[in-house]
């Protein structure tokens, strides 16, 4: 036992030592998933792509979009995304790829988004059940180990940030696993964070929850109302945060890949939100895009923004040419498929600051491995 604990605390030292030189050479890379609709056709067909692209030039078999990125965000059904592939299994490696994770979505979203037959004049009105997407996302959640339970922010092996809109203070609330890291009273059940960035007003009843202490509340509707693009909110947590990103002084220092979810009224079949909701969630996402491509200097290598101009397949998505926002307004059709503009950000020859860095990968490796491992000798200072 004495000698486990003394060569962890060596590994400790190596591992800082090692840690302390690398993370200095590196970008900060965000990934961030829009809201909007209830398939995820745009960012589901993206991220499968992307792992597997991840995969492929680090020759890395096991390799997942968290190994890749240092934070992710998400807004309603891109929240859920993003918690799936950011939940830890227990031994610090995510629960679910990305693949595991669009498959799960699609066979149990009928679950997920239960129509409810209302009676007389209501039923025009189209509404889901609470019930239902409550029982699927408690199963989604709930931990592998220890006898079960349900997993929270702390849960996760990567920074994760999922907004919604508090009624009760009338203003944005964030859940991030940098704050649930710091206090209990901001320590929330992930499928409660879920539920809550997915109550659209129109489609689900507002979500009332609580932090696991029982000290903070919210009243919970849609974080799309206010932030259905959170790469604003994702870019703003890393440059203040100097607890998990201390090398990080500016835009300069950030990599950003952000997946839209096509146009609220792209012609999903069976969706329809009202007029004005979705007004309200594609002007989010555009003007964010607006604000960061000034913020980025319309730099196409740091910032790349990934976005639909209909709805088919993944695949047809994938082989759908590019569209990008212009400096003073309107949108541009690149040369570039969706699938080739993220197999340019991971390819090594595409751009030195997007290439996919192996050591990265390892990185991340070493680093859950050693959470771990201080989970099983917590009092390894105690060694001498």
Known sequence: MELS?????IFSKLEHKWLSHCETTHKARILSIDGGGTTAIVAG???????DQIRLQTRHPHAQITDFFDIIAGTGIGALLAAMITA?????RPLYTARDAVRLITQRNSELYKQLKLPGVLGRRRRFSCRSMEKVLKQVFQRRENGG???TLKDTCKPLLIPCFDLKSAAPFVFSRADASQSLSFNFDLWKVCRATSAT????KPFHLTSVDGKTS???VDGGLVMNNPTAAAVTHVLHNKRDFPWVKGVGDLVVLSLGNGPSNGGRKGETLSSLVEIVMDGVSETIDQMLGNAFCWNRTDYVRLQALGLGSGEEVLKEKGVESLPFGGKRLLKETNGHRIDSFVHPSKGE??????DHVRRNHVKQQAATAKLQYPNNNEAH
């Open 149 to 151: 339970g349900q997993l």
């Open 5 to 9: 604990k003394v060569t962890l605390e």
């Open 353 to 358: 600051m997007c290439a996919v860095d192996i």
């Open 218 to 220: 919210c009243s919970a």
């Open 201 to 204: 007003p129109s489609l689900f």
């Open 45 to 51: 067909a993206a991220l499968i792509r992307l792992e």
């Open 88 to 92: 830890a299994d227990g031994s610090g």
